[in-house]
């Protein structure tokens, strides 16, 4: 039976500890107040060690070697180099892992120099209609384009009580969710070029992004991005031999060259319907140690800095 500490007690704590339960581990959940302890308690049927990440790792109690931190994003990378620091050799982080390319840089480091397996939890990766679209792409000789869109909900977002320094941030904290997705199955950029536009007193950064660029397979890409807008989020594979839709994400059409229709692949989701989608085949896969589709923070790192950076507009 494996061990494992979750540290978090909020609903994305919850979605693992769901899945958790059905995979034969002896889970501890660390969490800080009460009354998250509860609610968490409540919906799981598992204690929360409350008082907080620091009390637990200096309490002297047995460490496990495998760790999943979901906490609030400012807290990721501050708590990932605390179990580092206290000896767990595995974790799975959940995105965006630092709240800066910096910061992201800096917890990249820290796991190389301690010997520590870091991964970036982007669960995207692993849903029924991505690893579908993966084989496809394959078969099909690899991606000619890609396409990708990440208009956000701006006014829902101003009016979430989330903290401003992380608001600021929220290209990096949630945006990167599809852009993750698509360089994942198309291929990464060797050439990227963006410009920005607009701003919000949440995300000065910008509120439209619009760029492109070549991967490295020599695949042309673009991306599209209106926060002031009817948000969505949608990614589009072209091959020789059809045109992967996704829009939901977790839904994936096909067109082929020689008509318009647009017609559904089938698609295995028994695990994408019962658990939080991708959620259970991540952690899995970080559990049995099979690192293919996981994203490691060196590899995570490189992104925020390089392609990540470049679309936000430093």
């Known amino acids: ?3 494992i500490a979750l540290i978090g007690a909020g609903p994305m704590a919850v979605a693992y500890a769901v899945a958790l339960k059905d995979m034969d581990c002896e889970i501890s959940v660390i969490g800080r107040g009460e009354k998250s302890a509860q609610a968490f308690k409540e919906k799981t049927g598992l204690d929360v060690r409350t008082g907080g990440l620091e ?3 200096s309490s002297g109690t047995d460490l496990p070697n495998h760790a999943i931190v979901s906490t609030p994003v400012d807290a990721l990378a ?4 605390a179990l580092i620091g206290a000896g767990i050799k595995n974790i799975l982080v959940e995105k965006p892992a ?7 840089q800096d917890l990249s480091d820290f796991a190389a120099d301690n010997g520590a397996n870091v991964y970036v939890a982007y669960n995207r990766r692993f849903y029924a209609s991505v690893k579908a679209a993966k084989k496809l792409i394959d ?3 690899g991606a ?3 396409r990708m869109e990440f208009s956000e909900f701006a006014f829902r977002i101003k009016d979430v009580p989330t903290a401003a320094h992380i608001k ?8 990167t969710h599809v852009l993750d997705m698509g360089f994942f199955l198309a291929g990464y950029p060797k050439q990227i070029s963006g410009l920005q536009a607009g701003g919000s007193d949440w995300h000065p950064a910008g509120s439209q992004f619009v760029g492109h660029g070549a991967l490295e397979n020599g695949a042309l890409f673009s991306y599209h991005a209106d926060w002031d807008a009817a948000p969505r989020w949608m990614v589009e594979v072209m091959t ?3 045109t992967l839709m996704f829009n939901p994400l977790e839904k994936l059409n096909e067109r082929s060259p020689e008509g318009f229709a647009i017609n559904p692949v089938e698609l295995d989701d028994d695990l994408d319907a019962r658990y939080k989608p991708g959620l259970f085949a991540q952690t899995d896969a970080f559990l049995k140690g099979d690192a293919t589709d996981l994203a490691t923070i060196a590899s995570h790192a490189d992104h925020m800095e390089n392609i990540y950076k470049v679309i936000r507009g430093a």
């Open 1 to 3: 039976m494996t061990k």
């Open 55 to 57: 009390d637990y790792l």
């Open 78 to 81: 501050p708590n990932t180099k």
């Open 98 to 104: 630092g709240l800066t390319p910096q910061e992201t």
């Open 139 to 141: 078969q099909d000789g």
């Open 144 to 146: 000619t384009s890609l």
């Open 168 to 175: 600021s941030q929220w290209l990096y904290a949630n945006s």
């Open 240 to 242: 020789p031999k059809r």
